[in-house]
């Protein structure tokens, strides 16, 4: 109880940021607006239930196994873990984005297509959750899950008045904005109290840059005009094929050792 208590008011904070701009919106825009970024919303999320807890639940016995074992070998696998958990997320985002458009607006009511246009947004700020909670090894293993609780009491505080401050002048963009904005905060602050606990160097250039690599060929492969379906899946194919190349160029030592150590 004495580790743990900071837990359950850190859920509540994670329920406001997560449910909070659906109420905000509301009152605000009207229920149709919320239909439609909940539609979204609903899709952007599939980043977090479909890699990032997968992802995790594998990842957390080893690191913190590590960390009791060996520390030097703790800081060099939470900095490859980083690398590789954006590589994976950028090539499943990148690949996704080629076809996912036109499954959406297949599957998709056309009253709701509008709330396409979010799910970038959207599956951004669990992109960047899931990068938090990385750097959070650290803190559960310093017994230290109080800093959960500031980071989420600040960063739902913020979300909070970006929604108020975003939605009347952008609608369901400003809630997906401020959803951004509220996790973006999130990473910042787990980076800046984690790294107070323990130094590591993720050399955050490399991670950095491959989040804005995959985000901008996501922006251009929805930006280029095409004349029909079959010529856009050829060109956005074309456009993720030359990114997973120079990502997997960039990483290859890495890449062929995360192998490894999977069929070990």
Partial sequence: MKVAWPVLPSQIGVTLMTSGDRYVLNYLAGGN??????????????????????????????????????????????KDSLVIFVLILSTLLICASVFFEFLFKAFVDRRYWSGYGLIGMIAAAYFLEGVAYLFDAVQTMFEKLEYSL?????????????????????????????????????????????????????????????????????????????????????????????????????????VRGFIGRLRS
């Fill in 33 to 78: 607006a919320v239909g439609i970024y909940s539609v979204g919303h609903r899709f952007g999320s599939l980043v977090q239930g479909l890699f990032v807890t997968p992802f995790f639940n594998a990842y957390n016995p080893v690191t913190y196994q590590l960390f009791v074992k060996d520390r030097a070998r703790f800081k060099v696998f939470q």
């Fill in 150 to 254: 500031y980071r989420i009491l600040v960063s739902s505080a913020v979300s909070l008045g970006l929604n108020l401050l975003l939605i009347p002048r952008f609608g369901i963009e400003g809630a997906a904005m401020a959803s951004l904005g509220g996790y973006f905060l999130i990473f910042v602050l787990s980076y800046a109290l984690n790294h107070r606990l323990l130094k590591i160097d993720y050399a955050m250039a490399k991670p950095i840059a491959l989040l804005l690599l995959c985000f901008t060929a996501i922006f251009v492969q929805h930006r280029i005009p095409v004349p029909d379906q079959g010529t856009a899946l050829l060109i956005r194919g074309a456009i993720a094929m030359g990114c997973l190349a120079i990502f997997f160029l960039l990483n290859w030592s890495l």
